[in-house]
T-cell receptor, first 114, second 110 residues
Framework: DGGITQSPKYLFRKEGQNVTLSCEQN?????MYWYRQDPGQGLRLIYY???????QKGDIAEGYSVSREKKESFPLTVTSAQKNPTAFYLC?????????????FGPGTRLTVL | EDQVTQSPEALRLQEGESSSLNCSYT??????LFWYRQDPGKGPEFLFT???AGEEKEKERLKATLTKKESFLHITAPKPEDSATYLC???????????FGQGTRLTINP
């Protein structure tokens, strides 16, 4: 089955720790995205990548980092510099960024800071 | 600033009671408008893409329409399983990203 997988489903972080969220897709999509969702707010874009080895900051990139070494994978690291990281994180992909193709989402990772 | 506003924030209907959700947008040059359904604790599920005013798309009990300033998601004779949050997003010409509204939380009571 083609799709997007995210792991883990739930993640707990202590203050001062970096954590990495995994996102993998087998849809052969070029573009991948990371969003953050907080209660009562829309999805906010953290980072996106249109092609391997290239990525751009979204609206709320501070305290986050990404890499895109393979077309299928786009991991997100939440660093200790992110002051309020507790949220629901969503990964998405689309055929090509910038062309109005629909984005398809993974099941999400819920991150909680202890 | 580009904005996407959804209304109402929450809507509670009885099973079989038809209604509409609204998504109004202020972008210069719409490239596409997207509707998604999101169940609690899950990722959004793609429903429709609309590209130009006057366009309509249908899927089961849902129909999406588009004008130059807003989109409606009409739900006809809804069932309890239609309960979810419905998100809309717009893609502006020249932009690389989608702008999402805050969603409408729809509850259908049996």
């Amino acid at each position: 089955d083609g799709g997007i997988t995210q792991s883990p489903k739930y993640l707990f972080r202590k203050e001062g720790q970096n954590v990495t969220l995994s996102c993998e897709q087998n849809l052969n999509h070029d573009a991948m995205y990371w969003y953050r969702q907080d209660p009562g707010q829309g999805l906010r874009l953290i980072y996106y990548s249109q092609i391997v080895n290239d990525f751009q900051k979204g609206d709320i990139a501070e305290g986050y980092s990404v890499s895109r070494e393979k077309k299928e994978s786009f991991p997100l690291t939440v660093t200790s510099a992110q002051k309020n990281p507790t949220a629901f994180y969503l990964c998405a992909s689309s055929i090509v960024a910038g062309v109005s193709n629909e984005q398809f989402f993974g099941p999400g990772t819920r991150l909680t800071v202890l | 600033e580009d904005q996407v506003t959804q209304s109402p924030e929450a809507l509670r209907l009885q099973e079989g009671e038809s209604s509409s959700l609204n998504c109004s947008y202020t972008v210069s040059g719409l490239r596409g408008l997207f509707w998604y359904r999101q169940d609690p604790g899950k990722g959004p599920e793609f429903l429709f893409t609309l590209y130009s005013a006057g366009e309509e798309k249908e899927k089961e009990r849902l129909k999406a329409t588009l004008t130059k300033k807003e989109s409606f998601l009409h739900i006809t004779a809804p069932k309890p399983e239609d309960s979810a949050t419905y998100l809309c997003a717009v893609h502006q010409q020249g932009a690389q990203k989608l702008v999402f509204g805050q969603g409408t939380r729809l509850t259908i009571n049996p």
